[in-house]
């Protein structure tokens, strides 16, 4: 069982920058790997990037590739995603989510365990 819970969403001008947190609970965090959603009013929830349990591969949504990261700190059972060149359509709530697997995973049914979310909001 893992619970996760996010933090560090907020208002951020556009071109800015924010880091998301993903703290998870459980001793065997190492042994999933993990992924960040959103979701935007009105819109389905989408993939934006996924981790391996061991931090060793990395995966992005394409709309996101170059200007957000996902790491993870197995040692503090701690996720991130870092984003930077921020967009008024990054505007979300932001999910963090946990697999009992190892590999990348892009659909939401793939994941086990959610977080409540965090909400971004991008200003023009």
């Known amino acids: 069982q893992v619970q996760l819970v996010e933090s560090g969403g907020g208002l951020v001008q556009a071109g800015g920058s924010l880091r998301l947190s993903c703290a998870a609970s459980g001793r065997t965090f190492s042994s999933y790997a993990m992924g960040w959603f959103r979701q935007a009013p009105g819109k389905e929830r989408e993939f934006v990037a996924s981790?391996?349990?061991?931090?060793?591969?990395?995966y992005h949504a394409a709309s996101v590739k170059e200007r957000f990261t996902i790491s993870r700190d197995n040692a503090k059972n701690m996720g991130y995603l870092h984003m930077s060149s921020l967009k008024p359509e990054d505007s979300a709530v932001y999910y963090c989510a946990a697999r009992s697997a190892v590999g990348i995973a892009t659909m939401e049914g793939q994941y086990n365990y959610w977080g409540q979310g965090t909400q971004v909001t991008v200003s023009s």
């Open positions: 981790i391996t349990s061991s931090g060793g591969a990395i």
